[in-house]
Nanobody
Framework: VQLQASGGGLVQTGGSLKLSCTAS????????MGWFRQAPGKEREFVAS????????YYADSVKGRFTISRDNAKKSVYLIMNSLKPEDTAVYYC??????????????WGQGTQVTVSS
């Protein structure tokens, strides 16, 4: 599975962005998909995860209630809608795939990252 992330950009505090990640390969629907982020000088951290059928979602406490993850298996895509953005959300966002199908905990595939910058 190869992953291509897009949708990052510059937004003001309180604004919204929608990230997309499109996969190539025939086994997309069997993977759990997720998003991670890495801010300058910090370790990569988990943001959100969705199970293979879209029925199980998990969020980091820092984004719960503001971010929504979803997927469209027919389009081989996963999305992250980010609302009420804060400067601390500024990071490079990576999509990831986990063969467990349930939750992204040990990704086997990573996308290239897309920059999200939230200005104060």
């Amino acid at each position: 599975v190869q992953l291509q992330a897009s949708g990052g950009g510059l937004v003001q505090t309180g604004g919204s962005l929608k990230l997309s990640c499109t996969a190539s390969g025939r086994t997309f629907s069997g993977y759990a998909m997720g998003w991670f982020r890495q801010a300058p000088g910090k370790e990569r951290e988990f943001v959100a995860s969705v199970g293979w059928n879209g029925g199980s979602t998990y969020y980091a406490d820092s984004v719960k209630g503001r971010f929504t993850i979803s997927r469209d298996n027919a389009k081989k895509s996963v999305y992250l809608i980010m609302n009420s953005l804060k400067p601390e959300d500024t990071a490079v966002y990576y999509c990831a795939a986990d063969a467990s199908g349930i939750r992204v905990s040990s990704p086997s595939h990573w996308g290239q990252g897309t920059q999200v910058t939230v200005s104060s």
